[in-house]
């Protein structure tokens, strides 16, 4: 065998989940709220960031789409939408969010109008964004792969907030436990379309650099609020107003 042999496609899929690794559940500010260690308003400025990528979700994913010609993957992607942005009838995900935002304290207009949104966090998401837009279609849907990891820390915050954070409604984290099954379903169906596609060596590394990319934006992300909310060093601290 040679350096160039592809991957098995065990081989290949455990390549993906051993980037775990990298995944932002071992960023110090979520080890922090984990643990308990995080005050409230480092809570709220991490639910206030993280609305700005649960609104651009269905942005991505109207990407793929519209980049996407096969019917049969339109067909399924399209429930990620739904997932996030509801249905005639039904709330969807970030209306979840929202409710999660006020049971932290902060009001509707505060979240939607996304006055706490860090520019590291929004450059780290516009990027994300964009290259769902421009990518092949098939790269930019394996990249929604760092899902392989997201039940585990979904997890977590459904068996440590109401000890860690009892000031937390507990009805607000309903889309924690709603994302449970809906990102193992969006998981086994972006597996398929990464084994089935990544043939060659080079292909397979190549995903394996996509995946990488977008455990970079959740990392920076999380450096942003970590700066910010940990560090009491928010984008132009040193400036007088």
């Known amino acids: 065998m040679t350096e160039q042999t592809p991957w098995s496609r065990a081989e290949f899929e455990q390549k993906l989940r051993d980037m775990e690794r990298f995944y932002h559940i071992k960023h110090p500010y979520h080890v922090m709220m984990h643990e308990g260690k995080l005050n409230k308003k480092q809570i709220q400025g991490w639910v206030a960031n993280r609305y700005y990528y649960q609104i651009n979700i269905p942005l991505k994913d109207a990407a793929i789409m519209a980049n996407c010609p096969d019917r049969d993957t339109r067909a399924q992607w399209i429930q990620r939408i739904i997932d996030h942005d509801g249905a005639p009838g039904e709330q969807g995900g970030i209306e979840a969010w929202i409710q999660l935002g006020e049971a932290v304290g902060l009001s509707r207009e505060e979240i939607t109008s996304e006055q706490h949104v860090l520019p590291g966090v929004r450059f780290a998401v516009d990027a994300y964004v964009n290259f769902a837009r421009q990518a092949d279609w098939h790269e930019a849907a394996s990249s929604s792969l760092t899902e392989l990891f997201a039940p585990k820390i979904h997890q977590q ?9 009892p000031w937390i409604a507990t009805n607000g984290l309903s889309y924690f436990q709603n994302r449970l099954s809906e990102a193992r379903r969006d998981v086994e169906h972006g597996l398929r379309i990464t084994l089935d596609w990544y043939k060659t060596r080079p292909q397979q590394e190549r995903m394996v650099d996509i995946l990488k990319f ?11 609020m970590h700066m910010a909310y940990v560090h009491e060093m928010p984008p132009y601290f040193t400036v007088e107003s």
Not at 157 to 165: C, G, K, S, V
Not at 214 to 224: N, P
Request: charged residues 30%; proline residues 5%; negative net charge.
């Open 214 to 224: 977008k455990l970079d934006i959740l990392w920076t992300m999380a450096d942003a």
């Open 157 to 165: 915050r459904l068996d440590n907030w109401p000890e860690n954070y």
